[in-house]
């Protein structure tokens, strides 16, 4: 097992105003230092893009082996409290709270294998 990997990726999805993005040009990386990548991945509004094949099959990442099994993927995530502290109202945390806990999660959105990934996460108080 390692402890510390050999590359640090840190990636950001941005979807575009256009409702599909080719896949082959979709992805750029810039090597910000040795061994750590910065990648920004583009999509249209009407694509649900699973971030693995997106990578493996772009021309500017195919190379990197990011859809490997060895790869973790880290993510934010995100538990909206209720209490009377909040500044919003009871019901109005509620509702936000209801909605984000029905939502899907970022794993599946972007169709991440879910035993290569490690959330983490904070509480807000709404």
């Given at each position: 097992?390692?402890?510390?990997?050999?590359?640090?990726?840190?990636?950001?999805?941005?979807?575009?105003?256009?409702?599909?993005?080719h896949?082959?040009?979709?992805?750029?990386?810039?090597?910000e230092?040795?061994?750590?990548?910065?990648?920004?991945?583009?999509?249209?509004?009407?694509?649900?893009?699973?971030?693995?094949e997106?990578?493996?099959?772009?021309?500017?990442?195919?190379?990197?082996?990011?859809?490997?099994?060895?790869?973790?993927?880290?993510?934010?995530?995100?538990?909206?409290?209720?209490t009377?502290?909040g500044?919003?109202?009871r019901?109005?945390?509620?509702?936000y709270?209801?909605?984000?806990?029905?939502?899907?999660?970022?794993?599946?959105?972007?169709?991440?294998?879910?035993?290569?990934?490690?959330?983490?996460?904070?509480?807000?108080?709404?």
């Open positions: 097992m390692n402890a510390l990997p050999e590359r640090i990726a840190v990636l950001r999805v941005r979807f575009e105003h256009v409702p599909r993005v896949t082959a040009e979709c992805v750029e990386v810039a090597e230092a040795p061994g750590f990548l910065r990648i920004t991945l583009r999509a249209g509004f009407m694509e649900r893009p699973c971030l693995p997106r990578l493996r099959d772009a021309k500017a990442s195919s190379k990197l082996g990011l859809d490997a099994p060895d790869v973790t993927y880290y993510i934010g995530r995100e538990t909206f409290l209720r009377d502290a500044e919003m109202g019901l109005s945390e509620t509702l709270a209801f909605l984000y806990n029905v939502s899907s999660s970022a794993t599946g959105y972007f169709g991440l294998p879910p035993e290569q990934v490690m959330e983490v996460g904070m509480h807000i108080d709404l």
